[in-house]
């Protein structure tokens, strides 16, 4: 790949894991990314889903960062209608001081959870209207311009923690391009308006003093492995997975039955939602990676490995390492 490569991981709890088991394969994950040279991981926002650890994105940032040594990490994203801005600027600011040139922050608007959660999280539903102000806010904290008279953040002043907008739609595109941020965009899963959203967003794109040039990163599902028929299988076992998670309301599916709803108008919804997956060996993944950076002028590729299996998801990283043709 010509473009930096970086990783989403989902933190995700496996069938028969534990949160504590996810965990240790972030750590595992982190440490080997960084000997392969990758530009970043991120973690993102997720309540209540007993399938992703994630939650305290804050917390595991910290504890990934104190056993690796010079990857990027961070949020990908902070849902910022959930928080304060002045609390996420010291939970950052604390980031950055203790792994200094290391940490990123991405915001997003949505909740990262369904209604009844955000209920339990005292979030007001119309709190995402606030969301660009809460940006500049929480941004003037970080930059030591606070917006509020007599209050700093502490750690975080001055930290200057870069700030990336993630969106999947022509809001966020436009909202990066006014206050002049990168943008990632969530094609991983919500591909629907990529291509507009990336055009829009480079269009209106407003320098900065954090950005000169829009600067583009694009989610992409990914399963490399050593044959194809390796790859093809645990793709399928991945759409078989999101049928239980999505669409299960707390039941499980055989594998027919999952096939069947996936055959069904509520399955094509999750096939649309991997619209955007690399599948293959490496040579075959790379190929695609190529192909889809320049259909979403990307600027960087953070890659998601949607195997299920834990051996296969870290052998898919592995075989896509940066300048290497496969392990």
């Given at each position: 790949m010509a473009l930096p490569l970086s990783i989403l991981d989902l933190a995700h709890i496996g069938e028969g894991e534990t949160a504590g088991d996810s965990f240790r394969a972030s750590v595992t994950l982190a440490q080997r990314a960084e000997e392969w040279g990758y530009q970043r991981i991120w973690?993102?926002?997720?309540?209540?889903?007993?399938?992703?650890?994630?939650?305290?994105?804050?917390?595991?940032?910290?504890?990934?960062?104190?056993q690796t040594q010079t990857i990027r990490l961070g949020a990908g994203g902070i849902m910022l209608p959930n928080h304060a801005p002045l609390t996420i600027a010291e939970q950052f600011g604390t980031l950055e001081t203790l792994?200094?040139?290391?940490?990123?922050?991405?915001l997003g608007r949505a909740p990262g959870s369904d209604q009844q959660t955000m209920r339990a999280m005292r979030r007001n539903p119309a709190s995402s209207d606030d969301f660009p102000q809460d940006v500049l806010e929480l941004q003037g904290y970080l930059t030591g311009q606070s917006r509020i008279p007599g209050v700093d953040a502490t750690?975080?002043?001055?930290?200057?923690?870069?700030l990336y907008i993630l969106g999947s739609s022509l809001f966020g595109a436009k909202l990066a391009a006014t206050l002049g941020l990168p943008y990632a965009f969530a094609s991983h899963f919500a591909p629907a308006a990529l291509e507009d959203a990336v055009a829009l967003y480079r269009r209106e794109f407003q320098p900065s003093e954090q950005l000169a040039q829009p600067y583009v990163i694009a989610g992409v599902n990914v399963i490399a492995a050593d044959t194809t028929d390796e790859a093809e299988?645990?793709?399928?076992?991945?759409?078989?997975?999101?049928?239980?998670?999505?669409l299960g309301r707390?039941?499980?599916?055989?594998?027919?039955?999952?096939?069947?709803?996936?055959?069904?108008?509520?399955?094509?919804?999750?096939?649309?939602m991997a619209k955007y997956s690399a599948i293959g060996t490496a040579a075959e993944v790379r190929d695609y990676l190529d192909r889809f950076a320049k259909q979403a002028q990307a600027d960087e590729l953070i890659v998601v490995s949607a195997a299920p299996d834990r051996t296969a998801w870290l052998r898919s990283i592995e075989l896509?390492?940066?300048?290497?043709?496969?392990?």
């Open positions: 973690y993102a926002e997720h309540h209540n889903m007993p399938s992703i650890a994630s939650s305290a994105t804050s917390v595991l940032i910290a504890h990934v960062a104190a792994h200094p040139g290391r940490i990123d922050l991405g750690p975080g002043k001055g930290t200057d923690v870069p299988a645990q793709f399928l076992a991945m759409k078989r997975t999101r049928v239980s998670r999505f707390g039941q499980t599916f055989t594998q027919e039955e999952a096939d069947l709803v996936l055959a069904s108008p509520a399955g094509q919804q999750i096939l649309q896509l390492a940066p300048g290497t043709s496969g392990a």
